[in-house]
Nanobody, 124 residues
Framework: QVQLVESGGGSVQAGGSLRLSCTAS????????VGWFRQAPGKEREGVVSIDSAGARTYADSVKGRFTISRENAKNSLYLEMNSLKPEDTATYYC??????????????????WGQGTQVTVSS
């Protein structure tokens, strides 16, 4: 079974907005440590934003003030609201979950579960 599934990607003009969704098969994948990562062409995967079980957010400097992460536990879902998009935001976006560790990975890549990714393309 697929634990995490992303959706909502697409193509948008610079300055536009997109809302990404990540639906988990079980509540345990969302309740504790979750985050969004992205990988642009020719670059390494990097952390975008994370949220822990207490609701504390950690944003990458490149997206602060533009992206917002949210969690809806009742729907086993994680969201990423992306505003004022820039061409530099073009990447494949992945959601990730970790529930085995006492400490959440934050923007580090040590998450146990990953989605398959959804493509976001921002044109100028």
């Amino acid at each position: 079974q697929v634990q995490l599934v992303e959706s909502g990607g697409g193509s948008v003009q610079a300055g536009g907005s997109l809302r990404l969704s990540c639906t988990a098969s079980e509540y345990r994948y969302i309740r504790y440590c979750v985050g969004w990562f992205r990988q642009a062409p020719g670059k390494e995967r990097e952390g975008v934003v994370s949220i822990d079980s207490a609701g504390a957010r950690t944003y990458a400097d490149s997206v602060k003030g533009r992206f917002t992460i949210s969690r809806e536990n009742a729907k086993n879902s994680l969201y990423l609201e992306m505003n004022s998009l820039k061409p530099e935001d073009t990447a494949t976006y992945y959601c990730a979950a970790e529930f085995r560790s006492w400490t959440c990975p934050g923007l580090m890549k040590r998450y146990a579960y990953w989605g398959q990714g959804t493509q976001v393309t921002v044109s100028s």
